[in-house]
């Protein structure tokens, strides 16, 4: 999300960067809100409503930053969003451990490789959508991709918990 959001502050409301990354550091702020509740969130959520709620709440970040256009909204936004991350992905990396007790490094060091990977290939790809339809369809597109991927893992999880 940052450099992403970082560009689109600066190319839509002429922000200065100091103050771009004092917004952007809601995204930090929603992971210490997550440290400091994650207990009761795995209480009440349990795995399949941390990655619910987690990409619920990403996607609705993205979709407001893209349909309200109001760079104050970002604020809240970015606190949001990154609460919903730390949700979703401090689940994922536990499940990738679980994988293979045996091999838990390797399963540790795919789960990182994937992550990264994905962050190189999606810089890219989203450096051509603004190139050549603007920021907004950049947000539509993450805010879609993270609900269905939220919903896929959802359905994953519950059909291996059945088995």
């Not at 689109?8 to 440290?35: C, E, P, Q, T």
């Not at 896929?152 to 059945?162: C, R």
């Amino acid at each position: 999300m940052g450099r992403l959001a970082t560009a689109f502050l600066r190319d839509r409301y002429s922000l200065s960067y100091v103050a771009i990354g004092f917004m952007l550091s809601g995204f930090g702020l929603g992971g210490l809100i997550y440290s400091r509740s994650v207990k009761w969130l795995v209480r009440r959520l349990g795995e399949i409503g941390l990655m619910g709620v987690g990409g619920g709440l990403m996607c609705i970040s993205f979709l407001a930053i893209a349909l309200f256009q109001n760079w104050m909204l970002f604020i809240p936004l970015s606190i949001l969003m990154g609460l919903g991350f730390y949700m979703m992905h401090s689940t994922l990396q536990t499940q990738a451990t679980e994988l293979s007790p045996q091999a838990r490094g390797t399963a540790v060091s795919l789960f990182a490789f994937s992550l990264f990977v994905g962050q190189g290939i999606g810089a890219a790809v989203f450096g051509r959508i603004v190139d050549n339809f603007g920021y907004i369809y950049c947000f539509i597109l993450v805010g879609v991709a993270i609900a269905l991927l939220s919903v896929w893992l959802v359905k994953q999880k519950q059909n291996s918990d059945e088995s």
